[in-house]
């Protein structure tokens, strides 16, 4: 009698990589939920229809359907689940203490989304020193720059960029911004050696925010986290700053932001996420000094793919033998995420563990 294959269950959609996803039928049965709504995803979870799911596979988007995969949702999980692979490089929706005491194993995508993030971060604090946004809403409007025009705007070159967050994204955007001729500082949980920092400056929080001209917010987001930037640590801020955040929307109280632009001491802004996404607070889209993009920080799909061939053991090419170069996009970002299940389910163990499970036996 044969044995039951474990179960792999999708939650979101495969968008890219369909062959690699495919591949893990060769593991387990892949399969979906019925529900279109929280409610209807925790009766399914009650009524036993994910009994045998050893792994999920999760995307940002299946929010819609699931909600946050909170303590009231793993609570309810079925014995047999072992690994949440969750498709993203930020997993606040996850409650990851929860997961633990379950013996469930969480994974994210910690460094697909580092260039294509940090690309538009280079991209949002030069437009917002330059001020551009305002003469492109006038150039639209056929009035050239604007009548008025704007105020001139300001060079990177030579200006203190605090990054809040040297992670994967944050060094990556220490390089960008020093070929702009920007200098770069951090405050980070824990000091990074010397080869991982690139040799920036390491500042604690108060100074980070006293002596930035630019500071960019790139940490994730957590209890700790939240609202880590509101009105008290505007007020320890240089006059006329500028902000960029593409992390979390929640990390920076936006209500206080909009009260700092109001006031000047923020001259500008760029923002790429937001608190309550996708509605946006009404006093940064009323701000003409406020450049706003939606949640495009990975919103692209070239990336380079090789494949090698790998003859250990006689193993077939695993997913995560696919080798990536810097152009890490949405596609990149799937097979990542479906090497993570994969790597479940062949070692038991996975590739990219969240920070918090870093040391779970």
């Known amino acids: 009698m044969g044995v039951d294959k474990p179960k792999i269950l999708l939650l979101g959609e495969i968008e890219h990589a369909h062959d690699a996803w495919n591949s ?4 387990g049965e892949l399969i979906e939920p019925k529900s279109r709504s929280r409610d209807e995803f925790l009766e399914e979870v009650r009524q036993g229809s994910f009994e045998g799911t050893v792994a999920i596979y999760r995307t940002f988007n299946s929010i819609k359907i699931t909600g946050n ?24 929706s996850v409650d990851v203490p929860a997961c633990t005491a379950r013996g469930i194993r969480v994974s994210n995508v ?18 917002v020193l330059r001020g551009f946004n305002t003469s492109m809403f006038a150039l639209r409007e056929g009035k050239w720059r604007g009548h008025p025009p704007p105020p001139l705007g300001h060079d990177p070159e030579g200006k203190v960029l605090g990054i809040l967050g040297m992670g994967g994204i944050g060094r990556n955007l220490k390089k960008k911004a020093e070929a702009f001729g920007m200098q770069v500082q951090y405050f980070n949980r824990k000091q990074l050696p010397d080869e991982l920092s690139g040799g920036a400056k390491y500042v604690n929080f108060d100074e980070l925010l006293a002596t930035s001209d630019v500071i960019s917010l790139n940490l994730p987001l957590n ?14 801020m240089k006059t006329g700053v500028v902000i960029v955040n593409t992390a979390r929307g929640a990390v920076m109280d936006e209500e206080a932001l909009v009260h700092a632009l109001d006031s000047k001491k923020v ?15 009404p006093g940064l889209v009323a701000n003409p000094h406020v450049m706003l993009v939606p949640h495009m920080g990975t919103w692209t799909v070239e990336v380079s793919q090789q494949f090698y ?35 479940a389910l062949e070692t038991g163990k996975l590739k990219s563990p969240v920070s918090e499970q870093a040391d779970m036996q």
């Open 267 to 281: 001259w500008s802004c760029g923002l790429d996420v937001y608190e309550e996404e996708p509605s946006i607070h």
């Open 69 to 92: 995969f909170d303590e009231e949702l793993v609570k309810l999980l079925p014995d047999s689940l072992k690994f949440i692979c969750h498709n993203g490089a930020g997993y606040d």
């Open 223 to 236: 209890k700790n986290t939240r609202h880590i930037i509101s009105t008290k640590e505007f007020e320890k």
């Open 110 to 127: 910690p460094t697909a989304v580092d260039d294509a993030t940090a690309d538009i971060n280079m991209f949002l604090i030069i437009g």
């Open 24 to 27: 893990l039928g060769e593991l």
């Open 309 to 343: 061939q790998c003859h250990s053991k006689g193993r077939r090419q695993s997913t995560m033998d696919y080798m990536l170069n810097d152009e890490q996009t949405q596609t990149a970002m799937e097979i990542w995420n479906i090497g993570n299940v994969r790597a």
